[in-house]
């Protein structure tokens, strides 16, 4: 009689090809998820300086519009409508008055002396990568408003020809009874290095000088607004 030999176990090359296709399975796995992860992350970054850009324009744009404004011709502003401090090394920072009964802070502005109109005014400076504000209210101290804000410059549209409507230039040290606009740019930055090399780029933020490269891997943007006056 015949003996039949039944396969009762594999053999070593056939383990050898399992164990291989398995690695090759598990290693493509891997890299998909690590491509997702580093994807989402990049995504987040980029929704996050989007995010910081929108609200920090807003809120400048806002309060820049305001300048000057009162609703009593007859009555004064407690402070000027436009101040700044220009930087030859560092950022600039803009204060800016108008009436109100709270400053950027949300807290209530000092009551109004004679002959005046209750009046907020906000300084806008940056400080640890935050754009800040310092209201007016007593006791007020500053307050971070927006993250990754790495840089800050200013110019203000003069009106030199009389029409009091048109800027003719944009210059760092006006006559502030000519200022018909302002030109305000802003440098984000993310939090974390997410590009796939490091920052080579350099940077012009208006009349400063170019800052970088940088050593690290974050993603910037630039963003320049020129805000007509409207009081």
Request: glycine share 8%.
């Amino acid at each position: 009689m015949n003996t039949i030999n039944r396969q009762t176990g594999l053999t070593l090359v056939e383990i050898l090809v399992s164990l291989t296709l398995g690695i090759l399975i598990l290693s493509g796995v891997m890299q998909i998820s690590m491509a997702n992860k580093e994807s989402s992350r990049l995504q987040g970054e980029i929704n996050f300086v989007q995010t910081n850009i929108r609200t920090a324009t807003q809120m400048v744009t806002r309060d820049i519009h305001m300048a000057g404004f009162k609703t009593d011709m007859t009555k004064t502003l407690s402070a000027p409508r436009l101040a700044a401090v220009m930087s030859n090394t560092g950022d600039d920072e803009i204060t800016i008055a108008y009436q109100s009964d709270t400053d950027c802070l949300g807290q209530a502005t000092p009551a109004a002396a004679a002959g005046q109109v209750p009046t907020a005014v906000n300084r806008y400076f940056t400080q640890n990568q935050r754009l800040m504000c310092e209201g007016n209210s007593p006791g007020s101290t500053p307050q971070p408003l927006v993250d990754g804000v790495e840089g800050m410059q200013i110019l203000f549209g003069e009106n030199t020809d009389g029409d009091g409507i048109t800027p003719n230039q944009y210059v760092s040290a006006p006559v502030m009874s000519r200022v018909v606009a302002v030109r305000i740019a802003i440098r984000f930055r993310g939090e974390q290095n997410v590009r796939a090399e490091t920052d080579a780029n350099k940077y012009v933020l208006l009349d400063a000088d170019a800052l970088g490269p940088y050593n690290d891997r974050l993603i910037r943007r630039e963003t320049t607004l020129t805000i007509a006056l409207r009081n």
